[in-house]
């Protein structure tokens, strides 16, 4: 499992990135009524959810790969956990949320509103998740570094 610990710190980036734009783009098909956005933005949530998905299940095998845990680094990596499992959970909803509502004609007016505004809290939630990955990465390098020279 050490390969899937590995992958997490490249994987990450792709569902970061179509997270955090899917808001940006769902906003614009809500003032340009082209099918285009709609359905570019509803392509973008699909892959980033399944990004997410592969993004949390590497970081689960580098969470636990991690050896000699500081009070700082802990708390560091469990913030980034908990932020990451909101930002899956947050945008897994919202995806069957969008998909149900599209099968039934009623992606329109307050729901594509309510789903927008969701899609931005789960922004906040993917900056914040990355922030504390951030933080993480480079506690747990500088912890490495430190050790060494010590040695």
């Given amino acids: 499992m ?4 590995e992958l ?3 994987i990450i980036h792709f569902p970061i990135a179509l997270l955090f734009i899917y808001p940006f783009i769902e906003a614009v098909s809500l003032f340009y009524k ?3 956005f709609s359905f570019t933005s509803l392509i973008i949530l699909l892959i980033g959810v399944v990004g997410s998905l592969a ?3 590497t970081g689960n095998q580098a ?3 991690i050896k000699n845990w500081t009070p700082e680094l802990y708390q560091l990596a469990d913030t980034h956990y908990t932020n990451a499992n909101i930002v899956v959970w947050l945008f897994t909803v919202v995806m069957f949320l969008r998909i149900y509502l599209q099968i039934k004609k009623k992606y329109q007016g307050k729901w594509k ?3 927008l505004i969701l899609a931005f809290i789960g922004s906040y939630f ?3 998740t990355g922030e504390y990955g ?3 990465a480079h506690k747990r390098i500088s912890n490495v570094i430190s050790k060494e020279q010590s040695n």
Avoid: D, M, P, R
């Fill in 8 to 10: 997490h710190h490249k």
């Fill in 134 to 136: 951030g933080k993480t």
């Fill in 34 to 36: 082209k099918e285009f």
């Fill in 63 to 65: 969470l636990n790969s």
């Fill in 113 to 115: 509103i309510i789903l």
């Fill in 55 to 57: 993004a949390v299940l």
């Fill in 2 to 5: 050490e390969f899937l610990a």
């Fill in 126 to 128: 993917v900056y914040q």
